[in-house]
T-cell receptor, first 110, second 112 residues
Framework: NAGVTQTPKFRVLKTGQSMTLLCAQDMNHEYMYWYRQDPGMGLRLIHYSVGEGTTAKGEVPDGYNVSRLKKQNFLLGLESAAPSQTSVYFC?????????FGDGTRLSIL | AQKITQTQPGMFVQEKEAVTLDCTYDTSDPSYGLFWYKQPSSGEMIFLIYQGSYDQQNATEGRYSLNFQKARKSANLVISASQLGDSAMYFCALSNTGKLIFGQGTTLQVKP
């Protein structure tokens, strides 16, 4: 049982490049979330989805877009990466009960 | 506005002793949940324990218990009989309508 899988695990980008982070869950959860974690801090919510085809902004949505075309997948896009987006990105999913997290994607923007 | 505060950046505890990690929260919603997660140095987020705002009893999960004082808006995590593997970052999180608001975390180091 894979749970929540994030792809890729590591990535280095140059300023201005674009990329998409993929999150896949196999638990049939309705809710999915993208967080970022900066050094020495807790996680902050970027965007979330309450079901297939829906997305909503979280606490720090600027510079990111998301899509939930399939229930099991939640994509996070960076259209024009900036050094301030260097962070560890976590995806999570839930139904009722606690959120289940992926292992994170370490993203560096040079 | 909802807020979570963890005032202890770092804590030390001797192996086999108990330790309490503090967490206070602020919300005006009557229905909410409080979660504790563990983040070891490997980076993954591990769910430990949950307390609902209407739960009458404090939550317990093995060596973890939650000291929930609703009037004080505190939800402290108690780890009994600390083990070396408990060394990690611990996050308290407040949930309302499914979204989580995290505190800044407490780093716990267990000494042999």
């Amino acid at each position: 049982n894979a749970g929540v899988t994030q792809t890729p695990k590591f990535r280095v980008l140059k300023t201005g490049q674009s990329m998409t982070l993929l999150c896949a869950q196999d638990m049939n959860h309705e809710y999915m979330y993208w967080y970022r974690q900066d050094p020495g801090m807790g996680l902050r919510l970027i965007h979330y989805s309450v079901g297939e085809g829906t997305t909503a902004k979280g606490e720090v949505p600027d510079g990111y877009n998301v899509s939930r075309l399939k229930k099991q997948n939640f994509l996070l896009g960076l259209e024009s990466a900036a050094p301030s987006q260097t962070s560890v990105y976590f995806c999570a999913s839930s139904q009722t009960g606690p959120q289940h997290f992926g292992d994170g994607t370490r993203l560096s923007i040079l | 506005a909802q807020k979570i505060t963890q005032t202890q950046p770092g804590m030390f505890v001797q192996e086999k002793e108990a330790v309490t990690l503090d967490c206070t929260y602020d919300t005006s919603d009557p229905s909410y949940g409080l979660f504790w997660y563990k983040q070891p140095s490997s980076g993954e987020m591990i769910f430990l324990i949950y307390q609902g705002s209407y739960d009458q009893q404090n939550a317990t999960e093995g060596r973890y218990s939650l000291n929930f004082q609703k009037a004080r808006k505190s939800a402290n995590l108690v780890i009994s009989a600390s083990q070396l593997g408990d060394s990690a970052m611990y996050f308290c999180a407040l949930s309302n309508t499914g979204k989580l608001i995290f505190g800044q975390g407490t780093t716990l180091q267990v000494k042999p």
